[in-house]
């Protein structure tokens, strides 16, 4: 991650569909790096966020849970944007187009090298008032953009929709293959509860990397392998950085293993069944090659998690990030006690795992855990609750997000900053993860 001297500059993020755990990544992955930040707008479907310094956007490729960031260009107070759409009051209408850039920025906006150009424009908010005009403010938006871009002599047209589209917003793969970043822009309108945000994306989640390294690594296990984007979250959740020893006790084909090693982490892998030891190696010398990684330091181990002390060394690890046995492949929603019975029989590993994992990481070090959260045909849920078992061994649970991030309190922010555990499930799963993290204590052995 690299960041310029110290000035304070604003940015939008767009998480993806977990919003809760995409703002849980955010907050561990600038609190581990020192970079101190504030969310002045919280939603979810987007985060405004104040830093002390521009950011890199290479960033972007060091998140899992991001799809864009944008800086902020302008601000516009909600009450403006409410009278000049919901009220369609002209003046105010001419005040928020008076709030656009215009003139010589448009031109530094857009990065101009031609005489045409293509843009775009995505609009994004959490009041359902906009709704229904959503595509006339996208076209308000775009218009005024195109204009001031013929005024500098430029042929500009702004990306429409298909019909089917519910919100005009501009998805990370089409300002990929438009090539929207760098060789011309994509405009946000974010509406927030008090002020909205005009800002200029400037770098995305790129998905066809994170296919590479799921689809084109050469040993592959579809049904029980965890996927990149949530291996990158839950590497950043355990505060891995450069340098770091990050353990993952049961690698399976070793995908948190190759993202922490892209974040020029020594990583060591066990798994007690020899076929994922010596896939995980073929990834991990794959992934070497793949992406050049001169330095990269990497072992893989066959063992047993819950006798973890037998190979690697006490207080050595700097962070643990791991998905254990999750059960079985459930073919059909299960009743209440069949879950139960699944979790009750996984519960001693979990326990033994804990136990040993406490003694391989240095003082004030992370695991980041999944454990199973089955929905039952019923719509309850069953899941192996770790944490009062955790405590007891000497592990403090972890509230990734924190008060001190936030500009203004609230119900839903109260609520955020105790959250240790976020649950990462697709309606349609029938088991789905619990991501909890924990962190070894400060005094007790």
């Known amino acids: 991650m690299k960041m310029s001297e110290p000035e304070q500059a604003v940015y939008v993020f767009v998480p993806g569909k977990n919003w809760q755990l995409s703002l849980a990544e955010l907050g561990s992955y600038f609190t581990t790096r020192e970079c101190r930040f504030r969310v002045t707008n919280l939603s979810k479907s987007f985060f405004v966020l104040e830093s002390d310094r521009h950011l890199d956007p290479v960033i972007a490729d060091e998140l899992g849970g991001t799809l864009k960031i944008s800086a902020v260009?302008?601000?516009?107070?909600?009450?403006?944007?409410?009278?000049?759409?919901?009220?369609?009051?002209?003046?105010?209408?001419?005040d928020v187009r008076s709030r656009l850039p215009s003139g010589d920025s448009v031109g530094e906006i857009f990065n101009l090298r031609q005489g045409k150009c293509v843009f775009g424009v995505s609009l994004y908010f959490d009041d359902s008032q906009f709704f229904r005009l959503s595509g006339e403010i996208h076209r308000f938006v775009g218009s005024h953009f195109k204009q001031e871009l013929a005024a500098q002599g430029v042929r500009a047209k702004f990306m429409g929709f298909p019909r089917n589209r519910k919100f005009p917003q501009l998805t990370n793969v089409e300002i990929i293959k438009k090539r929207l970043v760098g060789e011309s822009a994509e405009i946000l309108l974010c509406i927030g509860r008090e002020q909205a945000f005009i800002a200029k994306t400037v770098a995305v989640h790129n998905p066809f990397e994170f296919q590479k390294r799921d689809v084109e690594r050469p040993v592959q296990r579809k049904i029980f392998s965890i996927p990149p984007r949530l291996a990158k979250m839950m590497v950043n959740l355990s505060s891995c950085l450069s340098g770091r020893l990050l353990l993952d006790p049961?690698?399976?084909?070793?995908?948190?293993?190759?993202?922490?090693?892209?974040?020029k982490a020594h990583v060591t892998g066990m798994d007690i069944d020899p076929w994922c030891v010596e896939a995980s190696r073929a990834n991990l010398e794959w992934l070497k090659n793949e992406y050049r990684l001169k330095d990269a330091s990497y072992r893989v181990?066959?063992?047993?998690?819950?006798?973890?002390?037998?190979?690697?060394?006490?207080?050595?690890?700097?962070?643990?990030?791991?998905?254990?046995?999750l059960g079985p492949a459930l073919r059909h929603f299960p009743t209440e006690r069949y879950a139960r019975g699944i979790v009750d029989k996984l519960k001693p590993m979990y326990i033994d795992f804990l136990a040993e994992a406490f003694r391989v990481l240095r003082r004030e070090g992370r695991i980041v855990i999944v454990v199973p959260y089955i929905k039952t045909r019923t719509g309850s849920t069953?899941?192996?609750n770790i944490e009062e078992k955790a405590l007891a061994i000497g592990f403090e649970s972890v509230c990734p997000i924190r008060a001190e991030d936030f500009l203004e309190c609230g119900p839903l922010i109260e609520k955020l900053v105790a959250a240790s555990s976020?649950?990462?499930?697709?309606?349609?799963?029938?088991?789905?993860?619990?991501i909890?993290?924990?962190?070894?204590?400060?005094?007790?052995?």
């Open 73 to 94: 260009l302008s601000q516009i107070p909600i009450g403006m944007v409410k009278d000049a759409f919901l009220h369609k009051n002209r003046q105010a209408q001419s």
């Open 250 to 263: 049961f690698c399976g084909v070793g995908t948190i293993l190759q993202e922490a090693l892209l974040a």
């Open 301 to 325: 181990l066959q063992g047993n998690a819950r006798s973890l002390t037998t190979q690697i060394q006490e207080e050595t690890v700097d962070c643990i990030a791991t998905e254990p046995d």
């Open 382 to 384: 069953v899941t192996l």
């Open 422 to 434: 976020f649950v990462d499930m697709e309606k349609r799963h029938k088991i789905g993860r619990r």
């Open 436 to 445: 909890c993290v924990l962190q070894k204590g400060r005094s007790k052995n």
